[in-house]
C-alpha cells in the first residue's frame, strides 16, 4: 500500500512559484500513476495534472498549462508539481492521489489520497 505526504504550499505572490511535493512510501510507487487535484473553498475538487508511472505521459487541465509542470522521480519515490505565474484563482488546497494503471482526471478514479497542502495566490 501507497502512502502519500504532500508539501511545499504556502502565501506566494501572484506571478510567484511554488514547487509541490508528494512523498510515497511503499515500494510500489512504480506501479502507480499520480495525480494532483485541488480544492478552493466552496468548490469542487478539480483535476490539475497527471503522470503516467514512467513519467512518459503527462495532463494538465487548461488553466494551468503553460504554467505547471508535474514530473516524478521514481528513485526518490517523488511527485513535484512546479507551478509558476501563480494567480490569485490557484488558491486551493492541493492533494496528490495515486492509482495504479493509467492516470485519471477524475477524482473518483483514484483510492489513495494525500492530507492536502495548502496554497495561497495574493494579488
Known amino acids: 500500500q501507497v502512502q502519500l505526504v504532500e508539501s511545499g504550499g504556502g502565501l506566494v505572490q501572484a506571478g510567484g512559484s511554488l514547487r509541490l511535493s508528494c512523498a510515497a512510501s511503499?515500494?510500489?510507487?512504480?506501479?502507480?500513476?499520480m495525480g494532483w487535484f485541488r480544492q478552493a473553498p466552496g468548490k469542487e475538487r478539480e483535476f490539475v495534472s497527471a503522470?503516467?508511472?514512467?513519467?512518459?505521459?503527462?495532463d494538465y487541465v487548461d488553466s494551468v498549462k503553460g504554467r505547471f509542470t508535474i514530473s516524478r522521480d521514481n528513485a526518490k519515490n517523488i511527485v513535484y508539481l512546479q507551478m509558476n505565474d501563480l494567480k490569485p484563482d490557484d488558491t486551493a488546497v492541493y492533494y496528490c492521489?495515486?492509482?495504479?494503471?493509467?492516470?485519471?482526471?477524475?477524482?473518483?478514479?483514484?483510492?489513495?489520497w494525500g492530507q492536502g497542502t495548502q496554497v495561497t495566490v495574493s494579488s
Open positions: 492521489a495515486a492509482r495504479p494503471g493509467t492516470y485519471s482526471s477524475r477524482s473518483y478514479d483514484y483510492a489513495l
Open positions: 511503499g515500494r510500489a510507487f512504480t506501479m502507480y500513476s
Open positions: 503522470i503516467t508511472w514512467s513519467g512518459g505521459s503527462t
